[in-house]
């Protein structure tokens, strides 16, 4: 009886094992049938994944040249008016090349969380919020070089909330900060 157990044992795992493997080779065979190929494909293109994958931009540091700064530059033919634009620098910074949007940006990344949005939502309670002419009109009173130094160097106000030393971002520069305090108070209404 034990011969006719093993026996029986053995025959089905073999049955098992060749199943499997008619599986496997028949899912391989629907992959070499229906899958693509690299170079049939242009979606799959080394170029095209490049493309699909190369960064947004760039981060520019004042004083350091790009890659395309460093390239020679394509032949122009001379005209009255390729030479004034070519003389013309490329801004430094992004700050300076911001002009009047430094403010705007570092409010809508920084201090709208404390103050609330652009258009009046949000912001923690007992604070000066964006636009409310009420909260701001007894702290312009006391001058704007207090309004600066309070936003770079931190204040407690009488209601306890503490103003964190530049929004509580130690890399944003003195005239970053007093930008956004521009912004804010510029659209007082």
Known sequence: MSQAQDQRFFRNTALVIDVLAAVILIFFTLTQITGCDKETSPAQSDTAVAERTAPEGQVRIAGQTTDAEQAPAPAVAATAEAAPAAATPAPADAVTAG???????????????????????????????????????????????????????????????????????????????????????????
């Open 99 to 189: 002009g009047d949007d430094t403010g705007k940006r570092v409010y809508n990344s920084l201090c709208f969380t404390c103050h609330g949005n652009v258009d009046g939502s949000g912001g923690l309670p007992n604070i000066p919020h964006f636009g409310d002419k009420a909260a701001w009109t007894d702290r312009i009173a006391q001058g704007m070089p207090l309004l600066y130094e309070h936003a770079l160097k931190g204040f407690t106000g009488a209601s306890g909330m503490p103003m964190m030393p530049k929004g509580g971002n130690p890399n944003l520069t003195d005239d970053e900060v007093r930008a956004a305090v521009d912004f804010m108070l510029a659209n007082i209404q």
